[in-house]
C-alpha cells in the first residue's frame, strides 16, 4: 500500500501538471470542479490572473460558506498551454475524477470546439463565459454547451453598436471601413460570420488581417493597416500579441481611440507596461471592470488574510482577468446550487444534474447582492432553448493609467445575432444528426 501511495505520487510530481486542493479526509460529501489553465505560453498574461481568479473564488466557497450547502469543493488545474491538444487530454484525465467533472470551463475556444462533440456523449457540461461556439446559445440544439454572458458574436455586434453611436447612427455606417485584426485561430475567426453580416446589412467595407500564433511578429499586418487607413479596427487578441499590436499601431500612427479590443484584450495587464502609448484604446467587457464588489472584501477577509490566496501577493485581485475567472467559477458554482434545490440539498450532484443547474439558472438582482456581485454584473437567467441568458457589454477606455467606462450598457442586436445562431445551429444538428429538443413543453 505505501509502495504504491508513493509511486502516485511520484507520478504526479512527476508530471507537474495538476495542482489538487486538499480536502479533509472526513469530509462527507465533494464535488469536483476540474480547472483547465494556461499559466504558460503566449497567453499566458492573460491566463494567470484568469486562472487564479478561477481558483480563489472556489477557495472563498469552501472557506466563508464550508462549501455549496456542505458539499466542500475539491479541484484540479491542468495546464493547456492554449494548445487544443494539451485541453483534450486534460480533459480526458479529469472528466470522471472524483465521482465526475461539475462542467468544463476550457478557457479556449479551439478546445470548446474540440470537446463539443466528446461532451455529448460523454455528458459534462462546456461553460464557456463570453467564448466558444457562438451558435452553442441555442439550447436545444447544444444540451451541453453554455456559453454564459455573452458569445464572440454579441461582442462585435456590441462595437459595432459603439462605433454608430460615435459616428451619429446605425445609416452612417454606410461606406466606412471597419478592419479586424485577429489572432489566426478558432478564437479570432469566431466574430467573422456576425461582422460579414453585419458588414451586409449596414454597408461597410469589412477587411480581415490574421496574425499568425503567437503574435508577436506583426508588421506586415499593420503597414496594411497603414495603407488601407480603416475608419475603425477591431482587435481579437489575447496574451502577448495584444500590446505588441497597440505598440505597432503608435509605429504606423493609427490613433488608439479607434481601437477595440475584446475582452480578452482588455484587461490591466494588456496595456498597463504601455501607458500612454495605448491611451484612449477601447475594450468591450461583460463585467463593470471600474467598479470592485463586496466579494473582493470577503475574499480578502476569507482567503488572503489566511495565507491562502492563489496570486500570492495579491497584486491580480481585484483586476478585469481575475474577476472575470471569480465570475466564472460563482456561475458554475451557482449551477451546482440550483441543481441541489432540485436534486437534494447537501448532496453530490452528478454531471447531469450540473447540467440542469446550468440550464435553470436564476441569478437575480438580490442573489448578485448576497454573494457580492452586485456592483460588477448583471442578472442572468437561462433555460432550455437559451443557454447564453442576457448578453450586457459595456465599452472600457484606457485613460494611459487606468480603465474607465464610458458607456452604459449595451445587449446585442436581436435581429443580427439570432438568425444565425439559428442557422448555424441547425446546420450543426444535421451533419451532427441530433435530435433537436423541444424547448416548449
Request: proline share 3%; net charge neutral; hydrophobic share 35%.
Amino acid at each position: 500500500m505505501k509502495r504504491s501511495f508513493k509511486l502516485a505520487a511520484a507520478m504526479v510530481a512527476v508530471a507537474g501538471t495538476l495542482l489538487t486542493a486538499s480536502l479533509p479526509a472526513a469530509a462527507a460529501e465533494e464535488q469536483f470542479v476540474p480547472l483547465l489553465a494556461y499559466r504558460t505560453g503566449s497567453f499566458a498574461p492573460l491566463g494567470i490572473p484568469w486562472a487564479d481568479g478561477k481558483m480563489d473564488y472556489l477557495k472563498l466557497v469552501n472557506e466563508r460558506d464550508g462549501g455549496i450547502n456542505g458539499v466542500k469543493i475539491v479541484y484540479e488545474e491542468c495546464e493547456t498551454a492554449y494548445a487544443t491538444d494539451r485541453g483534450v487530454e486534460c480533459y480526458e484525465r479529469l472528466k470522471n475524477s472524483h465521482g465526475g467533472a461539475s462542467g468544463f470551463d476550457t478557457q479556449s475556444t479551439g478546445i470548446t470546439f474540440a470537446l463539443t462533440d466528446k461532451a455529448i456523449v460523454d455528458g459534462f457540461s462546456i461553460e464557456t463565459v463570453g467564448y466558444g461556439l457562438s451558435q452553442s446559445a441555442d439550447g436545444s440544439v447544444f444540451k451541453w454547451n453554455f456559453p454564459l454572458l455573452g458569445t464572440y458574436w454579441t461582442a462585435a455586434d456590441v462595437m459595432i453598436q459603439d462605433i454608430a453611436k460615435k459616428l451619429g447612427g446605425e445609416d452612417k455606417l454606410k461606406g466606412k471601413k471597419i478592419a479586424l485584426v485577429y489572432h489566426d485561430s478558432p478564437y479570432g475567426k469566431e466574430p467573422i460570420t456576425l461582422l460579414k453580416a453585419r458588414a451586409e446589412a449596414n454597408g461597410f467595407e469589412l477587411l480581415l488581417y490574421p496574425v499568425t500564433a503567437p503574435g508577436v511578429q506583426q508588421k506586415s499586418t499593420w503597414l496594411q493597416v497603414r495603407q488601407s487607413r480603416p475608419d475603425f479596427l477591431l482587435l481579437w487578441s489575447a496574451g502577448i500579441m495584444t500590446p505588441t499590436a497597440i505598440r505597432e499601431a503608435q509605429a504606423v500612427g493609427y490613433p488608439r481611440d479607434k481601437m477595440y479590443g475584446i475582452w480578452w484584450a482588455s484587461s490591466e495587464n494588456d496595456v498597463q507596461d504601455l501607458g500612454e502609448v495605448a491611451k484612449g484604446y477601447n475594450g468591450i467587457t461583460i463585467h463593470n471592470s471600474a467598479d470592485h464588489g463586496r466579494v473582493h472584501e470577503d475574499l480578502k477577509k476569507h482567503v488572503y488574510d489566511k495565507g491562502q490566496g492563489t496570486d500570492t501577493d495579491g497584486k491580480y485581485v481585484g483586476t478585469i482577468a481575475h474577476t472575470r475567472g471569480m465570475m466564472i467559477s460563482m456561475l458554475q458554482v451557482e449551477a451546482i446550487r440550483t441543481a441541489q434545490e432540485k436534486y437534494g440539498k447537501g448532496k453530490h450532484m452528478t454531471p447531469e444534474q450540473v447540467r440542469w443547474g446550468f440550464e435553470n439558472l436564476n441569478i437575480t438582482q438580490e442573489r448578485l447582492e448576497e454573494l457580492g456581485f452586485a456592483k460588477l454584473m448583471k442578472p442572468v437567467k437561462t433555460s432550455c432553448s437559451n443557454h447564453m441568458g442576457d448578453d450586457w457589454a459595456r465599452i472600457i477606455q484606457w485613460n494611459g493609467s487606468k480603465f474607465e467606462i464610458v458607456s452604459d450598457w449595451y445587449q446585442s442586436d436581436k435581429k443580427y445575432v439570432e438568425p444565425l445562431v439559428k442557422e448555424l445551429a441547425a446546420k450543426y444538428a444535421t451533419e451532427k444528426k441530433l435530435e433537436v429538443r423541444n424547448c416548449e413543453g
